[in-house]
Every structure is written in C-alpha cells, then in structure tokens.
C-alpha cells in the first residue's frame, strides 16, 4: 500500500477562536494525542506530528490515502465534539499541496501576522514532541528539516519578516485608543510564556505606572518580573485586585476560563465604571466571551488583534511572491526525494539478486583456481558468467515481448544499459 503526505486540521481563516479552542491542545496532550491516532489507525498511520498555536491545530501525517477521509472523525472525537461541527472549518492537502502548505506555514506565509517568526519556533517543538512520542520516521523527519531550511532560506532571502507589526505592538495600540498616554495606566499580565514576555516588552517600554505579573507558578512570575521592574501577585488574588488594573492582558495554558463575567462585574463597579481594557490572547480563552458585553470594558480576542495587525502588512507583501517561488521549487525538490524513495525497495532488489549472482560466479571461480586451472582462463570465465547471468532476464523479457510493449523496450535500452547499440 502507498504511503502518501497529509495535512489536516484549520486554522485562522477557516475557523474562529470559538472553534478553535475546542480543538487547541497544549504541549501535554500532544503524546496522547498522537498515542490515540496511531492506535486508532495502527498501520495505516506510519509516521505522525501534531501543531497546535493560538491559530492553528494541524496533524501532518504519512499514512495510506484512505486515512484523509477518517481523520476528520478521529478529530472531533478525540475533542469529544460532532463531526459535523467541526467539518466546515476543516482543510486536507495531500503529496505536494501538504509539503507546499508546512513549508508555507513555517516561513509565516500562512500565519495570522505574514512574516512572523514564532510559528517557526513553535513547530520546531511540535516535531521534538513527535519525536519523543516515538511518532517520526524518515519520511516525516525528512519533511521537517527541509520545512525547517526552506523557513530559514526565506527569511534569509526575502523582507517577509520586515516591518513586522507584533500582537504585542497591537494590543499597546488598542490599549492607547482608550486611554491615550499609558503613563498613569496600571498594566496587569496573566501568564508568563512568550507572547506576555513580548507583551511586557511592549508596555515597559512606554513606561506606565505600574506592571504586575499573575502566574500560576509564582517563581516563573517573579523571573519574568524582574526583567521589567514589575511586581507579582498570585493567581487566587485576581478577585479582590482586579479593579486595580486599567489593561489586563491575559495568556495562559489554562483550559478553562480564568476571568468571568462574575469577576469582571464586580472589579468595574470598584472601579466606578471607568474603562478597563482586557486583551485575551490565549486560546482557548482566558476571558469568558460575556466580558464583552459589559458597558466598560474593551475585549479583545487573539482574532481581533489580527485583523489589526493584517493592515499593517503592505510593505511584506511584495516579498510574498518571491518567498513562494523559493517555496516552489524546494516542493518540487522534496517530491523528488519522495519519488526516488518510493523506488528504494526495488533498487535493493536489484542489488540482491546482483550480489546472489557476483558470489555464485566466485564461488565457481575459486573451485576452478583450486582444481588448478590458470588464472587467465578462470578470468575469462567470471567475466562470461557475470555477464550471460546480468543479461539473461533483459534478453529474455526482450525476446518474448512483440509490439508496443517490444518498443517500449528497446527504447529504453539506451538508458538502461549506456553502453548497449540499440540497432533496428
């Protein structure tokens, strides 16, 4: 049975943060993940990785063809969700449109904001997560570091990652809509990874009045606030210190909501109605979606910011066309390799039988030097046997053959044998 590439999954533009989340899975569940769709599919899945951001769960996957049509299925129940839910948001690529598509996704061309580089790093841990589940072969292994060069010579060769205007950027943005000068704002932070250290960078760097750091795991807090004179606070005090805040940006792994509706209401009434803005880039979602509706407070999703962002990105795009004709050829390279791989067990065939042939001769040789015949004349031999047995299946197949199938042949045999006159 063939073994063909596949992608599968949605992204930003085929499926909203609602959809989205309901599929999101953290770092920790990517080897159950990857143990339950190889135990469901057993064989026919051979190799497997799973990405999954803020903007994107994909499976890439080697497997039998038939795979694509189940994974759908595998999708929404591993989610404990309906198919049909899931289905209008989902996309499939198969052979060289799901090498073309991890290639466009690692170089940012696929991303929410063009160019930007953590999609790279992000999927770079998505492969160590596969290898360590023991889901990566070669054919994988080799899609990922070429996906991982052909990222590199994109970046290297174009202005794809000029200009970039960050999430981060964004929301300091967004937050200066409303309340204009930062400097008098207290800025509060959830969560301690990448995105909330760009974020801080951002804010510290209009110096407002004051920065706290909530997180789960408080020494990783007070590491990422010592980087930006911040303070911390712990994540059980959000209750009665929310209403301090004027712009609260929130990313965590958590899988259910942190701040509700609950909550909010009552730090907005201590706050005696003045505004607050809340930026939630966490997906899926640190702030209940019913936030929003509150007189006061201004909420942003993860999808809100890029929009904001994708008006910012003129200037890139003339690097678009350039970074997809690198991404061309290096598809049709990769294709290549796959092809030639398809034929490497009849290359190792062929070699077999050849070093079956190689020792029966020698073998006839070495008895005909032990009865004492002249090495002259046993050379002479090794070369006939060699020779009649190499040919013997070409010249057999040839000479029962009649026809089209005879043309075929002949022409042909300028390429299988360079040396042989191919008279007619």
């Not at 937050?175 to 932070?189: H, I, K, M, T, Y």
């Not at 200037?315 to 390279?333: C, H, L, P, S, W």
């Amino acid at each position: 049975m063939s073994v063909d590439v596949l992608t599968f999954g949605l992204n930003h533009v085929s499926a909203p943060v609602s959809v989205r989340e309901r599929v999101s899975m953290p770092l920790e569940v990517l080897r159950p993940a990857l143990d339950g769709l190889r135990s469901a599919f057993g064989p026919a899945v051979k190799e497997a990785a799973i990405l999954s951001t803020c903007n994107r769960t994909e499976i890439y996957c080697a497997a039998e063809p038939q795979v694509s049509e189940q994974l759908p299925a595998w999708m929404a129940d591993f989610n404990r969700l309906e198919a049909g839910s899931l289905r209008p948001h989902l996309y499939q690529y198969q052979q060289n449109e799901a090498v073309r598509h991890a290639f466009r996704v690692a170089s940012g061309l696929d991303s929410m904001v063009l160019g930007e580089p953590q999609i790279l790093g992000q999927m770079k841990e998505a492969v160590r997560a596969a290898n360590e589940a023991g889901a990566l072969g070669t054919l994988l292994h080799q899609l990922f570091q070429r996906t991982f060069s052909v990222a590199k010579e994109v970046r290297s060769q174009t202005a794809i990652g000029a200009h970039s205007v960050s999430m981060a950027a964004a929301a300091v943005r967004l937050a200066e809509r409303v309340f204009g000068d930062l400097s008098q704002a207290n800025v509060l932070f959830i969560g301690a990874g990448e995105m909330i250290e760009l974020c801080a960078t951002h804010f510290a760097a209009l110096t407002p009045k004051q920065l706290m750091v909530a997180n789960r795991t408080l020494e990783r807090g007070e590491q990422l606030a010592s980087r930006f004179m911040a303070k911390t606070m712990k994540l059980s005090d959000l209750p009665e210190r929310l209403a301090e805040f004027d712009v609260i940006v929130s990313c965590t792994a958590s899988s259910l909501p942190i701040l509700g509706l609950g909550m909010v209401e009552r730090a907005t009434r201590l706050r005696r109605h003045r505004p607050m803005v809340m930026v939630d880039l966490a997906v899926p979602r640190d702030i209940e979606t019913e936030v929003g509706r509150l007189g006061d407070v201004y909420l942003y999703t993860v999808d809100d910011l890029g929009r904001m962002v994708q008006s910012g990105t003129d200037a890139r795009r003339a690097a678009v066309v350039q970074a997809e004709a690198i991404i061309e050829t290096r598809v049709q390279n990769f294709m290549h390799w796959l092809h030639n791989r398809e034929i490497v067990p009849a290359i190792v065939d062929l070699h077999q039988a050849a070093d079956q042939v190689r020792l029966a001769e020698l073998e006839r040789a070495r008895r005909m030097l032990a009865r004492g015949e002249s090495a002259e004349q046993v050379l002479e031999q090794l070369a006939h046997g060699l020779t009649q047995k190499y040919l013997h299946g070409p010249l057999a197949t040839l000479n029962q053959s009649q026809g089209a199938e005879r043309e075929q042949l002949l022409a042909l045999l300028p390429r299988l044998l360079p040396n042989a006159q191919n008279r007619r």
